[in-house]
Each structure stands twice: as structure tokens, then as C-alpha cells.
């Protein structure tokens, strides 16, 4: 559905072996609701959250460069935008 994109969700898979910290939800990324520019900034160039810790798996160890994470950051917002 269009407009929920990025709205969050039930992740349909398991790991094949225990994970303790294993996400088991996708987080509403959408405009990325209650992330200020700094905290959004930081994550996607250092991986660590607002609240110093790393994404839980699934999600992948990543670090995008400034330009990366200024697109993604920009794209997040504007889909917020749209599904309003």
C-alpha cells in the first residue's frame, strides 16, 4: 500500500540461530518521526542510535558517507511528507 510506506511492520522472517537482540518489528522510518537532523545524521554515518547503541539485527552494519546520508535523511523525510 502506497501510503504506508515505510510505516513500520512485523518482520516476516526469523534467524536460523539464536540472536538476542534480534528485531522483531521494522521501526516506522517514514519521516523518521522523533529523530532530530543530528541524531539522524549520526545514525546513518556511524550505525549508532540516539541511544548509543548499533541498529539490532536484521539490519545490517552500515556507514553511508555524508553525501549517502544526507539523500536518505532528505528521502525519509519527504515520504513522511507524502503519507500525511
Known sequence: ???KELEGAPIGFKPLG???VWADKAPPIAGLPGWDEAAAFKFFT???GPNGT???PPMPPYRFSRQDAEAV???LRAIGQQNK
Open 46 to 48: 556511524t550505525g549508532i
Open 1 to 3: 500500500m502506497k501510503d
Open 73 to 75: 535523511i532528505a528521502y
Open 54 to 56: 548499533p541498529a539490532r
Open 18 to 20: 539464536q540472536v538476542p
